[in-house]
């Protein structure tokens, strides 16, 4: 039987985080060819990621429409608990960001200069591989939110 509720914020979740997927996924795609470039090649490589940081609004709103769908699905536990479980997921990535990937920016004013330390091979990896566990905790979260919006059709259609 179906719920009366417009499919807008099951359409508007699945896309916002599809939408987080596609630079997650390209970092993930990228890093076999950067982790071993040397040091000024990395840096000019970094350069293509100028102006990336707009994709936090896209992550933002997936992360909230998650919360809503999760909110909306209440009443029926195995879609309310993936699109909650998507939302969480994205929180993690945000933590990872801010404890990885935020860090190694700032060391490095956003890939455009080297830190007067030498670390430079901790910054990289510690930059690519918080970007690469994005990628897959945000694969999961899209996967989850998909499966929600799956589940309470099925329920739907009965």
Do not use: C
Not at 64 to 84: D, S, T, V
């Amino acid at each position: 039987m179906p719920t009366g509720r417009p499919p807008l914020v099951e359409w508007l979740t699945i896309l916002l985080t599809a939408l987080a997927l596609v630079p997650a996924g390209a970092h993930l795609a990228a890093l076999p060819n950067k982790i071993g470039l040397d040091r000024e090649a990395y840096l000019t490589v970094q350069g293509i990621y100028q102006g990336w940081a707009l994709f936090g609004v896209v992550w933002i709103g997936a992360l909230l429409g998650n919360l809503a769908l999760a909110w909306l699905l209440r009443g029926q536990p195995w879609p309310a608990g993936l699109a909650l479980l998507a939302a969480l997921l994205l929180a993690l990535g945000l933590v990872i960001f801010f404890l990885w990937i935020y860090p190694a920016n700032q060391a490095t004013a956003n890939w455009t200069r080297w830190p007067e330390a030498p670390a430079w091979h901790d910054l990289r990896r510690q930059w690519e591989y918080g970007h690469a566990v994005n990628a897959l905790l945000t694969l999961a979260a899209f996967g989850a939110a998909t499966l929600a919006v799956l589940l309470d059709r099925a329920r739907d259609s009965v």
